[in-house]
């Protein structure tokens, strides 16, 4: 069973539009995260909750809204999707500040 | 910038060589993760040292840590072609959940 997976694995949109990519863990953790790696393979950190709480919320634009309904799970819902928005997308757990599992990424291109 | 910074960004050698790679982080941690990512997936945990510590094993991996100087290095013995990456190392803070990555390096082992 794949520990961290993520919906869809590839996204082509045009500018504007407003897509969401989703995130399950079956591994019990109650740490999640949001990860943006991009064209130079640079990785940051966006959002991360905690049993359902936001706890980190970089400084990233309010396009991008995170939704937890349950441990298990973290969305990723981006409005008005910009050129500058392509990258791969990783979804991430741990427990506190242990090791963390990585998704598959999701590729996202905006045209 | 907060991201943490690696050296060297690139390394080709040629099997059966050993690799090191160097990393430097900013702020105290917890403890620093090293990962290794393969081309179009999702990062993979290799080795987590803690704050106290200084040297750590995992079959051809040794990882160092020097807090004073904020740095650490993987050290990959008689490498393997498969052993062809990207290598990230992570800091965590103390009594976060946030995940620190480095800028990576892109290791290529020619058969």
């Known amino acids: 069973d794949t520990a961290v997976s993520q919906t869809p694995k590839y996204l082509v949109t045009q500018m504007g539009n407003d897509k969401s990519i989703k995130c399950e863990q079956n591994l019990g953790h109650d740490t999640m995260y949001w990860y943006k790696q991009d064209s130079k393979k640079f990785l940051k950190i966006m959002f991360s909750?905690?049993?359902?709480?936001?706890?980190i919320n970089e400084t990233v634009p309010n396009r991008f809204s995170p939704k937890s309904p349950d441990k298990a799970h973290l969305n990723l819902h981006i409005n008005s999707l910009e050129l500058g928005d392509s990258a791969v997308y990783f979804c991430?757990?741990?427990?506190?500040?242990?090791?963390?599992?990585f998704g598959p990424g999701t590729r996202l291109t905006v045209t | 910038s907060q991201q943490g910074e690696e050296d060297p960004q690139a390394l080709s050698i040629q099997e059966g060589e050993n690799a090191t790679m160097n990393c430097s982080y900013k702020?105290?941690?917890?403890?620093l993760q090293w990962y290794r990512q393969n081309s179009g997936r999702g990062l993979v945990h290799l080795i987590l040292i803690r704050s106290n510590e200084r040297e750590k094993h995992s079959g051809r991996l040794r990882v160092t840590l020097d807090t004073s100087k904020k740095s650490s290095s993987l050290l990959i013995t008689a490498s393997r072609a498969a052993d062809t990456a990207s290598y990230f190392c992570a800091s965590v803070e103390p009594g976060t959940y946030k995940y620190i990555f480095g800028t990576g390096t892109r290791l290529k082992v020619l058969a």
């Open positions: 991430a757990s741990s427990h506190r500040s242990g090791v963390q599992y």
């Open positions: 702020t105290s941690i917890n403890n």
């Open positions: 909750y905690n049993n359902k709480e936001l706890i």
